[in-house]
């Protein structure tokens, strides 16, 4: 598992690698509904783009903090990520917003450079800024203190989708709850939504084999679940109103209840672990 502890204002880093016992899912999973079916694609498509961007910025993070020799720069205020074809750029933004200093990550998460002379913004990297700080200000507080923003382009040029996803600094809590999706559009927030009711709690022990949660909010698994179990590097077993899915390296399936899995609700979502 791979954990990020870095916020806003101090970009810091921490990072830990618990192992985990991976589960598969039974081969004859049956076939989801078509409408069902394009909610999971989407899902797991945008759960591993924010894993690979969240990732790439606590890299950069760790990257920048190690070539400062610790000493955080007051000036900077944020960040956001820009995709390559071949990896990732995480830059860093002061108030203007400028750029201050930028860290590239390669498609396999390595950090492959670093640049610290301060430079202008595009007028798309802009615009990305200010839609994460629009966001900023317009969410509730997080649940764990700070929140770790991921911004991707919206439907069209006006518009931007901002993840607020809780930090967490403890290997063994996933924060599954708390999580935000604020669309922003020429610079005002829109459309917001929020994953679950309230701030939920997985414990993340090495001796466990997987998650297990129960999910009223939706009909099938969000790009949410997809995140954390990728961040965690742990299957998930989430259950719906329709049906309990299996998801593993990204990917999501629908499974036959199983009687050691047998999630009780609590406020929207519940929690237990499961052991295989």
């Not at 589960?23 to 591993?48: C, H, K, N, S, Y």
């Not at 509730?140 to 069209?156: K, L, R």
């Not at 698994?221 to 954390?228: A, D, Q, R, S």
């Amino acid at each position: 598992m791979r954990l990020t502890a870095y916020s806003l204002l101090t970009c810091l880093l921490l990072a830990a690698t618990p192992s985990a016992h991976a589960q598969t899912a039974p081969a004859d999973a049956p076939a989801p509904p078509p409408a069902d079916a394009a909610a999971l694609r989407r899902a797991e498509a945008v759960g591993q783009r924010l894993f690979r961007l969240d990732r790439a910025a606590w890299v950069a993070s760790d990257t920048l903090m190690a070539a400062a020799r610790g000493q955080v720069d007051p000036r900077v205020q944020g960040w956001i990520t820009d995709e390559r074809e071949d990896g990732i750029d995480v830059i860093y933004v002061d108030t203007t917003p400028a750029a201050l200093y930028r860290v590239s990550v390669d498609a396999q998460g390595q950090p492959t450079g670093l640049e610290t002379r301060p430079a202008p913004l595009t007028p798309a990297q802009a615009a990305a800024a200010r839609a994460v700080a629009t966001a900023q200000a317009t969410a509730p507080s997080a649940c764990t203190g700070y929140y770790n923003p991921v911004v991707i382009p919206g439907e069209d040029a006006a518009s931007w989708i901002v993840y607020l996803l809780p930090g967490s600094t403890a290997e063994t809590v996933v924060p599954l709850g708390g999580a935000w999706r604020i669309t922003v559009r020429d610079g005002q927030p829109g459309a917001q939504r929020a994953f679950t009711n309230s701030c939920i709690t997985l414990d993340n022990r090495r001796q466990d084999g997987a998650f297990v949660v129960s999910h009223l909010l939706d009909p099938t698994p969000t790009e949410i679940h997809v995140f954390w179990s990728l961040w965690a590097d742990k299957p998930m077993f989430v259950t719906t109103s329709r049906g309990t899915w299996a998801i593993r390296d990204g990917q999501i399936v629908e499974v036959p209840p199983s009687p050691t899995t047998t999630p009780t609700a609590l406020d929207g979502t519940a929690t237990m672990t499961h052991s295989p």
